[in-house]
Every structure is written in C-alpha cells, then in structure tokens.
C-alpha cells in the first residue's frame, strides 16, 4: 500500500527532474550556438568551398575562386559569362556609386591587365589581356556616367529604351524644343550659352537625384520613366558642350 502511494509520487518528481535537466541542457546549447555562431561566416564558408562557386584554371585545372588570376600557377583567368560591369570593378551593384571610387578600381585593374604587361606571356594570357582590358574600359565609361549606369542598370532588368520611344508625353517634348530653341538663339552668345550650360547641369543634377532614389525603391518603372528624361537633357548637355568649344569658352 505504501509503495502505490509514493510511486506516483516519485514518478511526477522524476519526470519533474528530467524535463529540467532538458531545459538546462538546451540553455547551454543555446547559449553556445548565439555565441559562436555566425551566420555570416557561415555563408562564406560554404561559398568558399561549394563546387558551384568554384571555377577551373584553364592552364593547370587548379580550382580558384572567380579571381583574375589562378591562386596555384598565377596566370590570368577568363571572365565568367555572366559577369557584370559591378562584379569586374569590385563595387556593389547600385546606382549610388561614387565616381572617385570607380576611378581608383579602374586604375588599379588597368595595371594588372593592360597588354603591354603581357608581351612575354603566352597567346592566351595575350588573348585575355586584351578582352579584360577592353572590358574594364567599358565598365569604367558606362559606370561612371550617370545616364549610362542608369541605362545599364536598366538592361540588368531586362528593360532597353530604345531611341523611338513613345513614353514621353507631348508636353515634355515641347519644352525640350523651347530648350533647343533657346540654345539657337544663343549659340554665337558665350554669356547666354554659359547660363544655359548652368541650368541644364541643374535639371541634370536634379534627375540624377530622382533616378538614385527610384533605384533605392526598386522602382523600375519610375526610373525608366526618369532616365527617359535625362536621355534628352543630356543630348542637350552635349550641344552645349560643343557650343562652348566652337567658341572656345573655358572654366
């Protein structure tokens, strides 16, 4: 009699112990993982290490990492296929990019790839000297002209305006022809010419800031919309340009 009535008993407080023991135990392992895990470091290691990040060596076959050169006999690699202008000068792919920035990543991949450094080298590393460099060049003059990136980053999504386009309305063309009118009027006027340089930057500068900002949305319309636009005022921009030269003004 006595033993039923305390075996319940011991049973609950048995099990009452074992589910704390399990809770300690899962504290600890918690308390373990949320201080050496990174998830980050993670990702990077798997990255690093998954046979589908890999690429192969043309020359020894060695496996490297979607470097310009192979880590084991340093010869220079071909780009991957799907590469962007971003991937090859190391910068994120975003349209507020800054320009000094693209310098510097451009210089220093031109001292690595110009051909001139590769006159010993084999007929490939030539070959691929030449295909980088000129790719670097045209990385360079798209990313670092703001309507060009922007146009780019419009082809990244599958998205080319072409130059008969029917997304403008016709009040915007008009005032596009009052702009080109007023630089006929001005064209041999170097003051007029200068003050019509400087409101056009401003219209520029201003479409500039509204495309970076539809971009950041992820707005692609709206950025397509916009660099419509800035496709027009920068044929203007380079009218102007031309002007200045013809008349031989210089600031």
């Given at each position: 009699m006595y033993l039923r009535r305390i075996l319940?008993?011991?049973?609950?407080?048995?099990?009452?112990?074992?589910?704390?023991?399990?809770?300690?135990?899962?504290?600890?392992h918690l308390h373990y993982v949320e201080k050496n895990y990174n998830p980050s470091q993670?990702?990077?290691?798997?990255?690093?290490?998954?046979?589908?990040?890999?690429?192969?060596?043309?020359?020894?076959?060695?496996?490297?990492?979607?470097?310009?050169?192979?880590?084991?006999?340093?010869?220079?690699?071909?780009?991957?296929?799907?590469?962007?202008?971003?991937d090859l000068m190391g910068i994120p792919a975003s349209?507020?990019?800054k320009?000094?920035?693209?310098?510097?990543?451009?210089?220093?991949?031109?001292k690595q790839l110009h051909p001139d450094k590769f006159g010993a080298k084999s007929n490939k590393e030539k070959e691929l000297s030449e295909i980088l460099s000129s790719l670097v060049n045209k990385a360079y003059s798209t990313?670092?002209?703001?309507?060009?990136?922007?146009?780019?980053?419009?082809?990244?999504?599958?998205?080319?305006?072409?130059?008969?386009?029917?997304?403008?309305?016709?009040?915007?063309?008009?005032e596009i022809m009052e702009k080109n009118e007023e630089i006929d009027d001005a064209a041999d006027d170097e003051e007029k010419i200068k003050k019509l340089v400087e409101k056009n930057g401003a219209v520029l500068?201003?479409?500039?800031t509204q495309v970076a900002d539809a971009f950041r949305?992820?707005?692609?319309?709206?950025?397509?919309?916009?660099?419509i636009r800035m496709k027009y005022y920068d044929t203007i921009n380079n009218r102007l340009k031309k002007l200045k030269h013809d008349l031989g003004i210089v600031e």
């Open positions: 319940p008993n011991l049973t609950k407080k048995c099990n009452v112990l074992y589910l704390n023991l399990v809770q300690q135990q899962q504290h600890v993670i990702l990077k290691n798997v990255l690093q290490y998954s046979n589908d990040s890999l690429l192969k060596c043309w020359n020894c076959n060695f496996m490297y990492k979607s470097d310009l050169f192979c880590s084991k006999c340093k010869v220079l690699q071909e780009p991957p296929e799907n590469i962007t202008f971003f349209y507020d990019v320009v000094t920035e693209i310098q510097n990543k451009y210089k220093e991949l031109q990313l670092s002209h703001p309507l060009k990136r922007g146009l780019y980053m419009l082809e990244l999504n599958n998205i080319t305006i072409s130059e008969e386009t029917d997304n403008i309305n016709a009040e915007f063309l008009m500068n201003d479409l500039i949305q992820n707005d692609i319309k709206r950025a397509e919309l916009l660099l």
